[in-house]
């Protein structure tokens, strides 16, 4: 770390986080973290593209029962694999992300923010 605290080391991106029982199992299903900027990094459209000020806030459900498949293609292994996700496909994970999103929408309302 810099002595004057600027620089590349000087922090880990993820400044905050959080685990929560959002369903009151005794173990939490939803994972909060939270950037002191906008993180653009997985942004298809680009709507955050030059823009900068802002936060950022990303919720997952943490024991999705959803399971997907990976089907090789060819026989050839330099051949990409097709990859079917099934992301959501079971209705306690759709519950689950519903959860994860009322946590940050509640958290965002919150007056320090």
């Known amino acids: 770390m810099d002595a004057d605290r600027?620089?590349?080391v000087?922090?880990?991106i993820l400044e905050g986080g959080a685990f929560m029982d959002t369903n009151n199992e005794g173990?939490?299903?939803?994972?909060?973290?939270?950037?002191?900027?906008l993180d653009t990094w997985d942004d298809p459209d680009g709507l955050g593209k030059g823009k900068t000020h802002?936060?950022?806030?990303?919720?997952?459900?943490?024991?999705?029962?959803s399971r997907g498949e990976i089907?090789?293609?060819?026989?050839?292994?330099a051949?990409?694999?097709r990859i079917q996700g099934n992301l959501l496909s079971e209705d306690e994970d759709v519950q689950g992300m519903v959860r994860a999103t009322k946590f940050g929408l509640d958290l965002l309302k919150m007056p320090s923010f």
Request: glycine share 8%; hydrophobic share 30%.
């Open 27 to 37: 173990r939490p299903d939803v994972q909060a973290h939270f950037l002191p900027g």
């Open 54 to 65: 802002g936060i950022t806030l990303k919720n997952c459900f943490l024991r999705p029962k």
């Open 71 to 77: 089907f090789l293609k060819s026989t050839n292994p």
């Open 6 to 8: 600027t620089g590349v």
């Open 79 to 81: 051949d990409s694999v």
């Open 10 to 12: 000087t922090s880990n």
